[in-house]
């Protein structure tokens, strides 16, 4: 325990005297590490493989723009995890009835109709970008993603040591046996929704700040979802220190491959995911 929180402090240190070259490094790696931690929350532990986890990323990143500006950046960043968290609890109950692969069908499109709602709405207004002016520096932006990694990571880690995460995932091992020895299956699924949902959306409001521009087709990427699916299954899905390995692991891997083959990235990662979905189901 000692340990970690000091190698918090000696990555939190970094921000004074890095290059932006590594504080960007540092920032994507933080970003990625809650993104994952949070699909582990939701999936990982229920089994309800959802890969449109990129629209609470994308509708934070959109609350926070329509709060530039009107409120304090950081207040910004709080109320649009708050308001796609209160989102989610009024969306989750209809849309956890689904199972299987539909529930997996029926996440993306989600994703999609909410992009789609904002393309619409902005259309309407007559808005195709919204820039960010006036954000905080790199530094302070790579510090917030610290404390978003660390409070996602810490989430993780004690919901699966719980009784809630033992509920969780004797959800995913047999859902009807659950159900019928008296665990409140409707309830948990619900709560684990919701809890996947604010850390995503507040990681889109800094990460808006960071790209200094917001665009319905950046925020709402499927590449998104992939990618956290993918770091979190490479690590394994099942505990906090699986998508810290799986998120150093490509995160290292990207910054390869786009200096030297940008061109195959998605080919490469994809093959990873089959291949470790084949012979490491476990993840590293």
Do not use: C
């Amino acid at each position: 325990f000692i340990s970690i929180i000091a190698a918090v402090i000696v990555l939190g240190s970094l921000s004074s005297f890095a290059s932006e070259y590594m504080l960007g490094i540092g920032f994507t790696l933080f970003m990625y590490i809650a993104l994952a931690q949070s699909w582990v929350i939701l999936s990982g532990m229920t089994g309800y493989i959802s890969l449109g986890h990129v629209v609470f990323f994308g509708s934070g990143a959109y609350v926070f723009v329509l709060m530039w500006g009107l409120v304090p950046v950081w207040l910004g960043v709080a109320i649009s995890g708050l308001v796609v968290g209160i989102g989610a609890l009024i969306i989750g109950y209809p849309v956890l009835r689904v199972r299987g692969p539909y529930f997996v069908i029926l996440s993306f499109g989600l994703a999609e109709l909410v992009k789609n709602l904002v393309l619409i709405n902005d259309a309407r207004a007559y808005t195709t970008l919204r820039p960010v002016f006036g954000a905080p520096p790199l530094a302070q932006l790579y510090i917030a993603m610290l404390v978003l990694a660390v409070v996602a990571t810490v989430l993780t880690y004690w919901v699966r040591r719980s009784r809630f995460g033992a509920g969780l995932r004797s959800i995913r091992e047999d859902e009807g046996a659950a159900e019928t020895i008296g665990i409140p299956v409707a309830r948990l699924k619900l709560i684990a929704f919701a809890l996947s949902a604010v850390i995503p959306a507040m990681v889109g409001g800094i990460f808006i700040m960071r790209s200094g521009i917001f665009q319905p087709g950046d925020a709402f990427n499927p590449i998104v979802s992939f990618t956290m699916v993918t770091m979190a299954i490479i690590g394994g899905s099942d505990d906090a220190s699986g998508p810290l390995l799986g998120v150093a692991f490509l995160v290292i891997l990207q910054e390869l491959l786009w200096v030297n083959w940008p061109e195959v990235y998605m080919i490469i990662l994809g093959a990873l995911l089959i291949g470790f979905v084949l012979f490491v189901p476990t993840g590293i």
